[in-house]
């Protein structure tokens, strides 16, 4: 049997990895859980598959899981200390930790060895490089969970990347890919996280729509596949149904189908080299009917501009990107700035703070520490604004 950790079992990527882990009980033995407070949803997982260890990021709810774990064989534990220690040790690891606070639990699954699978973009985005040089001390295996990373995984030629010509990432545009800017100045975090194809948290449903979450994916890939930077591109696609594509340079170009559905890239990785069945039913290719491309706005959507110029600039830059964002994002849902400011605290930021390129995991906390206390005073400065207007 396959050993699995989950880190971030309670939110989308979790619970879908905990579906196909339920279907085949004998394919897959549960080591470690992880959840930041989400106690009923984490010990009722615990349970349901007889999980080692349990275990929730802020302590002050470990005496909750300890309760609701009583009489179980299921050690239960708290803390970002034991989140680590919980990480290292399975066969197969899940990183769905959202946000940089998944960079540490990540590294020590991959300093464990055996398979990592990132389905969370922020901690390659920015700790790429040293992500990969773990990987390579250690001799783990990455694998992207994300849909369009998992597509590209499918169809590159590892052995011969020198024929690859071009990635093509695929993006749906989010809920306002026909919205004007001045419309868009008005965007409710209900409109935002109302995406239009996938079901996903608030977090990345709203980088969806802002498409930081595109330019995030492209800085992603640019660390997982030997192709330069420049050679990787996005695409609006509405219907999701391509996923991505590599194109070769005798002028084949591969791209990967499926429902908008993540259950299915995360299967590839739970049974990865093999296959695995999935509830999912074939695409209906009639149904479907059309396949549509656009080019992608970057007046309307500047995050993509600011993630390439991110990617280009290299060193601190991908994680001060990645910092202001979570903080930016994180004041929109809870109100306090409109939508459009995202992008500009986000812009702000990077022009303001330029560290040199950090070298190790206590580096890059250092850099995204200041650069999330940075956009967090222009998002008290700005939210102080808002308030006055309204008073």
């Not at 100045?185 to 948290?201: F, K, L, R, Y």
Request: charged share 20%; hydrophobic share 50%; proline share 5%.
């Amino acid at each position: 049997m396959k050993s699995v950790t989950i880190l971030g079992a309670t939110g989308s990527v979790g619970t879908s990895t905990l579906d196909l882990v339920e279907r085949e009980p004998e394919r897959f033995r549960v080591r470690a859980l992880t959840a930041n407070c989400d106690v009923a949803s984490l010990a009722a997982a615990a349970i349901r598959t007889r999980a080692e260890i349990a275990v929730v990021a802020d302590e002050t709810c470990l005496p909750a899981l300890r309760d609701a774990l009583a009489g179980t064989r299921t050690v239960a534990t708290g803390g970002r200390r034991a989140i680590c220690d919980a990480a290292a040790g399975a066969d197969w690891t899940m990183g769905a930790i959202v946000g940089c606070a998944g960079l540490e639990p990540v590294m020590a699954a991959i300093a464990h060895g055996g398979t990592v699978v990132i389905a969370n973009k922020e901690p390659l985005v920015s700790a790429g490089e040293v992500i990969l040089a773990a990987a390579a001390r250690s001799g783990a295996t990455l694998l992207p969970a994300d849909s369009e990373h998992n597509a590209v995984y499918q169809c590159f030629d590892f052995a011969r990347p020198e024929g690859v010509r071009r990635i093509v990432l695929t993006a749906s545009g989010g809920p306002f890919r026909d919205w004007s800017l001045d419309r868009m100045a008005d965007v409710t975090v209900e409109q935002a996280v109302a995406h239009p194809n996938w079901s996903m948290g608030a977090k990345i449903s709203v980088d969806s729509a802002t498409m930081m979450n595109k330019g995030l994916e492209l800085i992603e890939a640019a660390r997982l596949f030997p192709v330069p930077h420049e050679r990787i591109e996005i695409v609006l696609h509405r219907q999701s149904v391509i996923h991505s594509m590599v194109d070769y340079v005798d002028g084949s170009m591969l791209a990967q189908l499926g429902p908008s559905d993540m259950r299915v890239p995360i299967a590839h990785t739970l049974a990865w080299p093999e296959r695995m069945a999935t509830p999912m039913a074939p695409l209906d290719l009639v149904g479907i009917g059309r396949l549509d491309f656009e080019a992608c706005d970057p007046v309307r959507f500047p995050a993509l501009a600011l993630a390439r110029s991110a990617l280009e600039a290299g060193g601190a830059r991908p994680a001060i990107l990645n910092a202001a964002n979570e903080v930016a994002v994180a004041a929109f849902l809870a109100r306090r700035i409109g939508f459009l400011e995202i992008a500009a605290i986000v812009a702000d930021t990077l022009a303001r703070y330029d560290p040199p390129a950090p070298r190790d995991v206590e580096a890059v906390l250092a850099v995204d520490g200041e650069a999330r206390r940075m956009a967090d005073e222009q998002v008290q400065g700005r939210a102080q604004k808002r308030a006055g207007v309204h008073a």
